[in-house]
Each structure stands twice: as C-alpha cells, then as structure tokens.
C-alpha cells in the first residue's frame, strides 16, 4: 500500500490510498497503480481501456458488469480491484479466440439474443460462467435433483441467468442461445 | 419461436466476408437476416457515449435536491471549489442567466400552462433529484467527493403527490399558476344519447401507476467545444430534435452544433428528451473550454429519466344487452410530474384516439386533465399513452362480457370491427386502412388452446382448487407510424413526422444508405439492408447504413412511436428508387437505347428484347468516371427522399394469457402466453419476434412487478433495481408467437410498426387474467402491479366484504362498495395498500348519473 502514514491531504480531506497491482485480464499481465477503494469495473473502464463491462447499476443488481474471475462469475461494480491481485480475469474483449467467436458469441448471434446490446457483454460472461457451474456439478434454486448433475433445460438456464438483466426483454434468445451451447 | 429462422445466415467469424457474393435470387424483404450490428455488440467493441475519452476531459457531478418541493434559500459551492481536483462548482443561480428554460414541443391547448423549467433549480426544488448545483473535476470520483462540500440551505413546502387533491381548492401549488396544466376534449358522436336508458353501463377506474423506463445504459453525455462549434455526444434516440431543440435553447447556433448519438442502449421513450444534464454540459463545455463528461448512476437515473403512464382512467362502457358497445366515456386525470418535458402533455393525447380500441360504437367522448405534481416529469414511456387507452379499454371489455355473461372473445367479436369492413373511420376520427381481426384471434384461440384451458378453469373451480385458472384476452391495435405532419400540425405538436434518407451508390458499387432514424436496438443497419438490397439489387453485405450522427445524417425525425420502419424504412426505399431511375438514365445513355426500353431485374439493367445490359455496379463507376453520361447528367449515382405518411399505420392482434393464481398466498405465475400480431409486411422476422418479446416483457413488468413509489414526503423509494423490479429471465414464461399478414395500405413496403405492439397488448391480458382467476372469489380488481401481496389483499377484502364466499360456480357476486378510500401515492413496497373495489369512486371524479344504471351481478 502507498501513503498509508499521512492520509490526510489538504483541508483536512484525505489523500487516496493506493495499491500496486500485478492483474491479468484475458491472459495478458496489467500491471496498475489504484485507489483502493476503486472497483474492479472502473479499474477495466477507466483505467485499462476494457470498456465491454458495463456499469448498469453499479450495485450489484443488473449484472452487466458481469465477468470471470478465474472462470467464475463475479460482479466487477462489486468487486474491489484490490482483491484481483495474482487471479485471471477474462473480460468480454477475452472471450473470442481472436477471430473466432467464442461459441455463446455466435449463439447469441444466431439465436437473436440480443436487441441494443448494452447487457450483452454481461450475459455473455455469465453464462460462460453459469455453463462452468453446471458442468461442476453446482445446483440452482430450481434444481430438481441435488444427487445428480444438473441438466441445463429452459427452466434451469432461466433460474441460472435471473442475475443478468435484459430491458429489450431478449431473453428467449438468450435461453435459446445458452441452452445450444450447453447441449 | 417462430416459423423460418434461417439459421444459415449466421456470421461465424467476426469479419464479414469481403468477397463480392453475386446478387441473391432470394429477396431479402422477409428474410431472418442475423443482424449486421450483432458482431461488434457480443464483442465489447462499440462505441458507447461512456466510452468517449477526449483530451483534457473533465467530469460533472450534480447535487440533487433530496427534498421533493422546497425554496432554495442559499447555495455555497466555494468549498467545494476548493476541494482536489475540482475545475469549477456553479450553482443554479451561477447559471441563471444563460441556462434557459428546457423545451415544451407539444402545447396541446391555447391555455395550457407551461412553467419555466431552468435546467438547473434556482429558486426553488419541484422533484426530488432536481438538480440545484454541480462539480466539474478532473475525474468523476473526485467531482462525486467534492459534491459534499458544497451546502444549500431549503426551506421545505408541501409536496403535491395526488393528483385529485393536487385540483382540490386550496392544496399546496407546484407552480404559481396552480396545478392543472390543461383540460383537453374530443367528442364524437351523441355521448348523451348512447348513454341515455343504456340497459348496461360499466363504470371503471383504473391507476396507472408510475413506471421508470430503465434503459440498461444510463443516460450519458458528453459535450466539447474547438472554440467555434460544439459537438454533443448522448446516448439518446433523438439527435436530430435535439440539435434543434438546443440550439434554441442554448442560444448556440445549429450551424456550429453537431449532435451524435453513438451506440445507444436501449431508449424505450426514456431518451426521447431534451434534459437538463444535455444543456447544462454544452454550458459548461462553452464556459470551460474543455470536454466534459456526465455519465448518471442509476439511482439518479430512477431519479430524474422522466417517467412514464401515471394516469388515473375513469372509463365507462354503454352497451346493450347483447354486448353491443354504444359508446365509451373517458376521464383521464394525467400525471405531468413537476415541469412539461418534451412531449408530456402529449403522452395522453397519443391515447385519446384509442380507447374505442377496435370496436365500432356511435358516441365517444373524452377529457384530459393534465396535473402538476411535485415529482419528477413524465413523457413517453414505450406505447406513450396507447398502452394507457388499450388497458383502460380492454379491461372495460372483460367486465362487460363477465356483466353480461357472455364469453370475453365473444363480446369482442361482436363488437370489433369486421375484415369486410376496411378502410373503417372510427368514432375518434382515424381511418384504420386495414386488419383482420378474425383472422389474428383465430390463430391466436388455436394455439392458446382456449377451449381446452376454459374446461380446465371449469374444473379448478368446481374442485376449488387453491391454485386458480385465469384467462386473458387482450385485442388491440396501436396507432403507428407517427406522424402525418399535417395530423401533427392539427395537434399543436411543435414538428413534423416526416423521415429522410440519402442513399449513395459508391464508385465500386458498394451502397451507403444514410438514415434520419436513430436506432438503440432495433436492428435498423440491418433491415435498412435488407431494403436497399432489394430494390438497388446489390448483396445485403454490400450495404452500409449510416446514422445517428447530424453531421453525417443531416436530416431526420429520430426514432420513437413505432416510425422508423413505417416512415424512415419507406424514405430509404424511396430514396432507392430514384438512384435506380438515374442508373436507368444512364445505362439507357451506354446502351444506345431508350430508357422506357431499359428494364431492370436483379441489380441488372438490360434492354428489353436484348442480351444487352449493364449491373448496377457497372454503372456506378461508369457515373463516378463520368467519361461518357448523357447531356446534362451529374456524374454521381445518389438520392434523397423524404417521406412523410398520409395516414398512422394500424398494427393489431390478440394477445392470450393464461396464469395461474395460488388463492392461499397471492402468488401469480403466468402459465402460458401467446401472441399473434398482425404489423403487415415483415422485412425481418427475427427483428421482429424480438421486438415482441420485449414488448410482451415490458407489459407484463407494468402488470406484476413494477412501480414508481413515492413516500409520504414526496421521496422517491424505488431508486435502485432492488426497489423497482423489471423482468428478469426467471420471471417470464416463453412466449408463443404468431403472425397474421394484412399489409398497410398507407405505404409502398406494406409495413405497419412493431416496437409497441407488445407492450400494448400485453398488460390488459395479464390483469384480465388474474381477474379472471379471482372472479369466483368476488374479485374484480387488482390494482396494479399486481404483486402477491397485492392479490392475497384484494381476496381478503371480498372475503371480508362477503364472507364465506368461496370459488362459486354460480352467479358471480357484487362487489361491496364502502372501503376505506385508497391512497394512490404514498405507499411504500412493503406496505401496499389494499387494492381498490372497482365500484369505489375515486376522487375527483363526478359520477355521471348514467353510472347507476348498471345492474350487478347479473346474468352470469
């Protein structure tokens, strides 16, 4: 941590306090300099230039922020990029292999599963995330089961997906899309 | 999902292939396009307004009035001036003198009333989360620091939070001139006279509740200046008012403002405005010389994004004993928020020639009364004021058929308008050119399985099953297309509805289609496309649309009221159409011939008779070389169009709901939906069942989970999405879509709009079906949302009212009148009141004499 013996600047108002981070988004090393109280989706925006995550609501509520944080899903508005150090963050930008879109890219293509696009990077990245849960064995809320792996139908990816808002309403084509790509 | 997705068009790889294809024997009109603008949106790549940074950028945070209504007494912003970082703090009163007053286009009335609405408060707080002071720093986290040091000193007034008693004499004022903004009045026809010894009246209020668009990107600007002219960046639907629009606001002059809306997400009416953020950050680039930036939270999004609906409907239905409607009166009472925003007090207006709905009758008579309330405006919200007319309407109608024991499909039937019967001009003036509304309820009563799902209801009632069937029919149709001008003109609406297009053949061929719609969402690059292709006859792929930009598109209506396609997808045709008459001129000239010999088909021009012919393409460099063009011909291949429709466009359909109702704990879970939409011509049908599917979400938000809630202070308790909840994927079933194809006759495509018909359609079927439900239980009403608590309450209230009712089979009961009265505002989630009986009157309304005359629960 830098300046954590004098935090107090000019006027009585305390200085930032700052951190030197060693991140890694989408396989390359970022290594960054923030405030500590910054989120891990400003750091994306602001600072690295990673403006696919979006700020929807910046608490938590909408899941457009959405991204991986070593494979698993996690909201970046609520995420200290403080905690990010040494973890391999994947970004929507980190999702295709270069030219090649990654398989839920071309099925929500395909599948229409989306309308003005703003929460798409978002849902993208959850259900990357929610597809790994599920292959791992994690139930949801709605899952029948609990002895056996879950099986991915319309009731399950919606359940699974709730946390990833959509206003254009696009979400048959997103279920559509996720469940093609689970099958 | 619906028919012939063709699901070989999708683009694997995010770079189209450049290859040149050869023209497409498949016309394009029809075709499940996947969508051109898809491939950058999946892949983070778009340029979204937060995304600009510019050089020296600068940053504004606002301080928002946390009181609903109270005079500003002091401000002092130099300690925040001195805070770290910060450029510059200006209250409302730094501003007074150059902030102006935002924009009012639609003064619907000679009398109406229409405030002074400084962008930033000066004297006085009218909403909570007006703006009243604002920071500009070097980022926005020390703008948002800096906003605490800055103090203002309010004295508080009273809030005006219900309309009826905003009107009542004496109550607290919004503004000086009082609280009613304008009465507006249409009649047709003898009202008295349908009225008059009518065997059965229904008499009905209905609240509207206050909804937040929520558009998933926050509304965002950004504002530079290079020291002569002013570009503004926004996420908004309308660049091309809105230049207008602040450039007589802001004094600058509209040669020297360039306004670009970039990728925008998502509008739904919410950015169809002129805001104060937008005018006050062109001030502060003018002041500063330098970028800035505002970017809302969402809180301050719920805040100040104007709202929408926020009416309170007294309908009454008379008809006859048979079913027949004589006639329908409406008194509206419509919440306008604190200041008329763009079009506030035009919202209603867009429902009043609505509540006759399909129906044929002989009177129809209809009042407006726009009231002022200290919260924050509302405007157009998608559907603006015709979601409003269909609810009222189509509500009115399931209580007729239930008053009279007749079949809800059946009363409609018998009242709609027939398909023989087009062209119709209804009793509220418009000409509804065409529609079969047999035709879309058919389809839609066979795949709902209508009859199946009645037995069922039958049997859930006979066994009392605690989980109760309802069904909903909802048959709407929208006035689309806006606007003729002329119609526009007539009322009092301060612009015209027509849409322009340039389309640019380029010297390899390749089209740029340039548009003055400004899509957020709706595919407009795509199905532009699809358009151009057909009528230049070159590859879809080889097609560019351009927009959004008034300094690349110069000209344009924007994009809202259902109008690019039906009016800006008709000028790109038309624009085609007069590049390809001057290909023709040209390829006549090279070919020796006449041009009345020359006929084109698949983006080839040949010679009647002859092998002999020239592909578009050709000509296109052949016009750019201009070695050898007939006398007189500029060496170019383009066109402009402008359209501006005769008529609306009349999209209709049937929307089914069925849901299924737990009587023990209220909760509602819809079981099945299907919706058959009639839009005329489709240009793409993927485009189009998504626009549905948002539609139908988008209602179904108003029927069971949303509302804008004000505590008894006038403070607004749903500022984030924990508090006001839009649909997520768990909350919606899959819906069942189908089509029903009676192309409009107002325009050359056929097409009749789409991006409403959903939301329209879809909240009348949901509450007709929770009614539904609960009608053996003595349930009438449930006001909306109609949240668990809301329904578990409207079944404790009839049980109260006649206890031991249990699901009867028989004659359905009356409802008692005589609760205690409900508050319309004030309410807070966790404590909902009661919803009211349907008989209750509400305030502000005088009972027409007729209203007594319907017998109760009768003949069922």
New interface residues.
């Given amino acids: 941590m830098n300046g954590e013996t004098d935090i107090t600047?000019?006027?009585g108002?305390p200085?930032p306090v700052t951190a030197d981070l060693r991140l890694s988004v989408n396989g390359v090393p970022r290594p960054v300099t923030v405030?500590t109280?910054e989120t891990l989706l400003d750091t994306l925006?602001?600072h690295l230039g990673?403006?696919?995550?979006?700020?929807?609501?910046?608490?938590g509520?909408?899941g457009?922020c959405t991204v991986l944080v070593d494979g698993r899903r996690a909201l970046s508005c609520l995420t200290l990029t403080v905690t990010a150090d040494d973890v391999e963050i994947v970004?929507?930008?980190g999702?295709?292999d270069g030219?090649?879109?990654h398989p839920l890219?071309?099925a929500?293509?395909?599948n229409?599963a989306?309308?003005?696009?703003?929460?798409?990077?978002g849902q993208?990245c959850s259900a990357a995330g929610a597809l790994a849960e599920a292959a791992d064995g994690w139930p949801s809320a709605v899952t029948p089961d609990l002895s056996a792996p879950p099986r991915l139908d319309?009731t399950e990816?919606?359940?699974r997906?709730?946390?990833?808002?959509?206003?254009?309403?696009?979400?048959?084509?997103?279920?559509?899309a996720v469940g093609q790509v689970a099958r | 999902m619906t028919e012939e997705l063709d699901a070989g068009l999708v683009a694997g790889r995010i770079a189209e292939s450049d290859q040149m294809s050869e023209p497409s024997a498949e016309r394009e009109m029809g075709r499940a396009r996947r969508r051109k603008e898809d491939a950058r949106l999946v892949t983070g790549r778009t340029m979204w307004t937060d995304n600009i940074q510019l050089p020296g950028m600068l940053y504004v945070a606002f301080l928002r009035s946390p009181m609903a209504h109270a005079r500003i007494t002091g401000v002092n912003v130099s300690a925040a001036r001195s805070r770290p970082g910060v450029v510059a703090a200006y209250s409302g009163r730094d501003l007074a003198g150059e902030q102006g007053s935002l924009p009012c286009a639609w003064p619907v009335t000679e009398d109406i009333v229409i405030p002074d609405h400084p962008p930033m408060a000066v004297d006085e707080v009218r909403y909570p989360g007006e703006a009243v002071a604002c920071v500009v720093a070097t980022d926005r986290y020390r703008a948002a620091d800096a906003l605490e040091a800055i103090a203002v000193d309010y004295e508080p007034l009273d809030p005006v939070l219900d309309m009826t008693e905003a009107l009542a004499e004496g109550a607290p004022k919004v503004h000086e001139a009082g609280n009613r903004a304008f009465t507006w009045k249409f009649a047709g026809g003898d009202i008295d006279a349908a009225f008059r010894d009518a065997p059965v009246v229904i008499d009905r209020t209905y609240v509207q509740q206050r909804l937040i668009p929520t558009a998933m990107e926050p509304r965002a600007v950004v504002a530079t200046t290079d020291g002569d002219g002013f570009t503004l960046y926004s996420a908004t639907q309308i660049p091309h008012v809105l230049r207008v629009m602040l450039a007589m606001t802001t004094g600058i002059p509209e040669h020297k403002l360039r306004v670009v809306a970039p990728d925008v997400g998502g509008g739904f009416g919410s950015k169809l405005q002129v805001t104060a953020e937008e005018v006050l950050a062109l001030l502060l680039a003018r002041r500063l010389g330098r970028p800035v930036k505002w970017t809302e939270s969402r809180s301050e999004g719920n805040l100040t994004v104007h709202h929408g609906r926020d009416q309170l409907q007294r309908i009454a239905v008379a008809a006859d004993r048979d079913g027949r409607i004589r006639g329908v009166r409406v008194e509206l009472l419509a919440d306008m928020g604190a200041y008329l925003m763009l079009v506030t007090p035009g919202v209603p207006l867009l429902g009043a020639f609505m509540y006759n709905g399909i129906y044929k009758m002989d009177a129809y008579d209809f009042t407006c009364t726009g009231v002022f309330t200290t919260k924050m405006p509302t405007d157009a919200y998608r559907g603006a004021g015709r979601p409003e007319a269909t609810f009222a309407i189509e509500r009115a109608v399931d209580e007729l058929a239930h008053e009279l024991g007749i079949d809800p499909v059946e009363v409609r039937r018998r009242n709609w308008i027939t398909r023989e019967e087009f062209p119709y001009t209804t009793i509220a003036g418009l000409t509804y050119d065409s529609g079969d509304y047999e035709a879309a309820t058919e389809k839609a009563l066979a795949m709902f399985g209508y009859d199946e799902l009645r037995a069922e209801q039958a049997d859930r009632r006979e066994r009392r099953d605690p989980v109760q069937l309802g069904i909903g029919v909802s048959t709407y149709t929208e006035m689309c297309g806006l606007a003729p001008s002329r119609v526009l003109g007539s009322l009092s609406y301060g612009a015209g509805g027509w849409e322009h297009a340039a389309v640019r053949l380029l010297p390899t061929g390749k089209v740029e289609v340039v548009t003055g719609t400004s899509p957020h969402g709706q595919g407009h690059e795509t199905a532009w496309s699809q358009i151009a292709a057909d009528a230049l006859g070159v590859p879809f792929e080889d097609v560019s649309v351009l927009h959004g930009d008034t300094s690349v598109a110069h000209r344009g209506m924007d994009t809202y009221g259902s109008r690019s396609l039906v009016v800006g997808g008709v000028a790109v045709l038309a624009a085609c159409e007069k590049v390809k008459e001057r290909a023709r001129e040209l390829a006549a000239h090279l070919m020796e011939a006449s041009a009345d010999d020359v006929e084109f088909d698949g983006g080839r021009f040949r010679v009647r008779g002859t092998d002999e012919g020239r592909t578009i393409q050709e000509l296109a460099l052949a016009a750019f070389a201009a070695h050898d063009l007939p006398g007189g011909f500029e060496p170019r291949l383009d066109a402009e169009a402008t359209f501006d429709p005769d008529n609306f466009s009349f999209p209709h359909g049937t929307h089914l709901c069925a849901v299924e109702v737990d009587t023990e704990t209220g909760r509602c879970a819809i079981r099945s939906y299907v919706a058959v939409d009639d839009v005329g011509s489709v240009v793409n049908p993927l485009i189009v069942e998504g626009q549905v599917h948002g539609g139908i979400a988008q209602g179904v938000g108003q029927a069971l989970f949303e509302e804008a809630v004000h505590d008894a202070d006038g403070n607004l308790v749903t500022t984030t999405m924990a508090d006001y909840l839009i649909p997520s994927a768990a909350d919606l079933p899959e819906f069942t879509t189908g089509r029903t194809e009676t192309p409009a006759t107002s325009n050359p495509l056929g097409v009749k709009g789409v991006g409403e018909a959903g939301t329209i359609a879809s909240t009348p079927a949901v509450v007709n079906a929770i009614t539904d439900a609960l009608r053996p239980y003595g349930v009438r009403d449930v006001r909306m949302p109609c949240t668990p608590e809301r329904i578990w309450r409207a079944l404790a209230e009839a049980e109260a009212a006649v206890p031991g009712q249990a699901p009867a089979t028989g004659p359905a009961p009356a409802a008692v009148p005589g609760f205690a009265p409900v508050p319309t505002h004030g309410s807070t989630p966790g404590a909902a009141p009661p919803p009211a009986p349907a008989s209750e009157p509400i305030r502000g309304f005088v009972a027409p004499a007729t209203s007594e005359s319907a017998p109760e629960g009768g003949a069922r």
């Fill in positions: 600047g000019a006027d108002v200085d405030d109280r925006r602001e990673l403006t696919g995550a979006k700020k929807g609501c910046d608490h509520q909408c457009a970004t929507v930008e999702l295709a030219d090649a879109l890219q071309a929500f293509i395909e229409d989306l309308q003005c696009g703003y929460c798409t990077p993208l319309e990816i919606r359940e997906m709730s946390g990833n808002l959509c206003r254009c309403g696009a979400y048959p084509g997103i279920v559509a």
